[in-house]
């Protein structure tokens, strides 16, 4: 393997610090990275390497706890690093980008910046000649707040990087229970087979925070949560669950299945988003046993009357064979009752209930992003019991990570994000063509709530979000699992 540099725009960020360095350092302590491995911390801060070190030290320490390094772990880590202070919009300080870079390795620049800053940063790593070895560019959501300035942004990056070297972060798809879901799906016959409109209900995708807009009402009040959470992290979910098998684990391969689920989701359109569309907004409730403010009640709130969304339930349809006729129910907000990620496949009941008397219950496959990675089936039984002769009772079946696991902890998103970046594996990577096709679907739905009217309705913080989501999967004779 090539040896690697990595160079992250934006070393002095939140993001840096809560989740980019403790993923470096985890893979470092396990031995994991290269050993040749050189690390390039940019930002605009005119400091010392020693004084950023110390600064980023006690940064990762409030965010990881009894994990954070201890002496020995934090010489070996600090090791690899450089320190190189820039204004990323000065073309000039990038002379000192250009000075540590060695064109005999690879170069791995991480934009770790507002999303405003990618075609600059771009721009001026051109003109500064820092693209004249092999280069890779990995970048954080969003790539762009719509189909035109997705589309801005991706021709930004193809005028001087490569489709082959581009790295478009959805931090869901480095999930380890994402990637089980690939292996529960075409690595087990007995569950491939029912994955199908014949036996398959309804899939529910539930991403739901307690946290509010954390100090970024101005950033959010432009965005709302079917642009932030819909368009990215729930639209990679859906493709995972109803995409073909692809023809190998080649980025290629996986991404083109996934552009098949985009396309053939049905478009919500004026005549139909009034029924598929619930669109809310936090007031004022309790979160964690704590009071909180309602969104328009919030530091930073300049537009009393803001009509953007921190909630969004979706009814759709995945038009294909494989599931005609199965609703996919999304769900996402903030401020919500709990923390959870999950996706629920619930199957359909049997034709012919012979067991008399007891309800027909259908079996449930659960799979778990958050906060407790795993996967779980119900299953039906019968109750050990001389009185009652076939007396039903349910099962879980719970499929632990943890078990014959490399160490006692679920690693984190960014450090198989990392690994793959480093070795040149875009298979959990996002391409331009879904990244502008789920686009192309979200502006619509957009569309059709601005002509229609699809106004956003209070909810409680704490809550589960309007009345209203739960008429929407209610109607259908169906509830959400959580």
């Known amino acids: 393997m090539e040896p690697v540099d990595l160079i992250i725009f934006g070393a002095s960020g939140d993001l840096s610090a809560r989740k980019l360095f403790p993923a470096l350092f985890h893979l470092d302590d396990a031995g994991l990275l290269p050993k040749d491995l050189r690390i390039a911390a940019v930002a605009r801060d005119d400091i010392s390497c020693d004084a950023f070190l110390a600064g980023l030290r006690e940064r990762m320490g409030n965010n990881m706890g009894s994990a954070a390094p201890n002496e020995q772990q934090w010489q070996a880590f600090s090791k690899r690093f450089t320190y190189i202070s820039a204004c990323f919009d000065q073309v000039g300080d990038y002379a000192r980008l250009k000075a540590w870079l060695d064109d005999e390795r690879v170069s791995l620049f991480y934009l770790a910046t507002p999303p405003s800053l990618f075609a600059v940063i771009c721009e001026h790593l051109n003109t500064g000649q820092c693209l004249t070895g092999d280069c890779r560019i990995v970048l954080e959501k969003p790539i762009g707040e719509s189909l035109s300035s997705s589309h801005q942004v991706n021709t930004t990056l193809a005028r001087y990087f490569d489709e082959s070297s581009i790295y478009r972060i959805d931090h869901y798809l480095g999930k380890e229970t994402v990637q089980n879901l690939l292996v529960l799906r075409f690595g087990n016959r007995f569950i491939n ?15 739901g925070e307690t946290v509010g807009i954390e100090g970024r009402w101005s950033y959010y009040d432009n965005v709302g949560q079917l642009r932030d959470m819909v368009q990215n ?31 053939a989701l049905r478009r919500i359109d004026t005549a139909s ?68 990620t999950e996706i629920i496949i619930q199957y359909k009941e049997l034709p012919h209930n012979i ?23 119900t299953m039906v039984s019968k109750r050990q019991s001389l009185k009652d002769k076939l007396s039903l009772q349910t099962h879980t079946l719970n499929l632990d990570f943890r078990e014959g696991a490399d160490s006692d902890r679920i690693p984190d998103a960014y450090e198989r994000l990392f690994l ?10 996002v391409g331009r063509e879904e990244i502008e096709e789920s686009w192309r679907w979200c502006d619509g739905l957009l569309a059709a709530c601005a002509d229609q009217g699809v106004t956003v309705k209070p909810y409680h913080a704490g809550s589960w ?4 989501a739960e008429i929407l999967i209610e109607k259908d004779g169906r509830s959400w699992h959580v």
């Open 420 to 429: 793959d970046a480093i070795n040149g594996d875009q298979s959990l990577f």
């Open 465 to 468: 979000g309007p009345a209203k």
């Open 355 to 377: 067991f008399g008397g007891g309800a027909n219950i259908p079996n449930r496959l659960i799979i778990r992003l958050q906060p407790n990675e795993g996967i779980e089936m």
């Open 273 to 340: 988003v009034a029924e598929h569309v619930v669109r809310g907004q936090y007031s004022r409730g309790w979160s964690n046993g704590n009071a909180v403010p309602g969104y328009l009640e919030e530091e930073g709130c300049v537009q009393t009357n803001s009509d953007t969304e921190t909630f969004v339930a979706i009814k759709a349809h995945v038009d294909n064979w494989r599931w005609a006729g199965v609703p996919f129910y999304l769900r996402t907000g903030k401020r919500m009752a709990e923390k959870v």
């Open 233 to 263: 992290h729930l639209m990679q979910l859906l493709c995972l669950v109803a995409m073909e098998p692809p023809n190998s684990l080649e980025a290629d391969s996986i991404r083109d299945e996934k552009v098949k689920i985009v396309k």
């Open 193 to 207: 087979s029912q994955w199908d409109h014949s036996c398959v209900d309804h899939v529910q995708i539930t991403v």
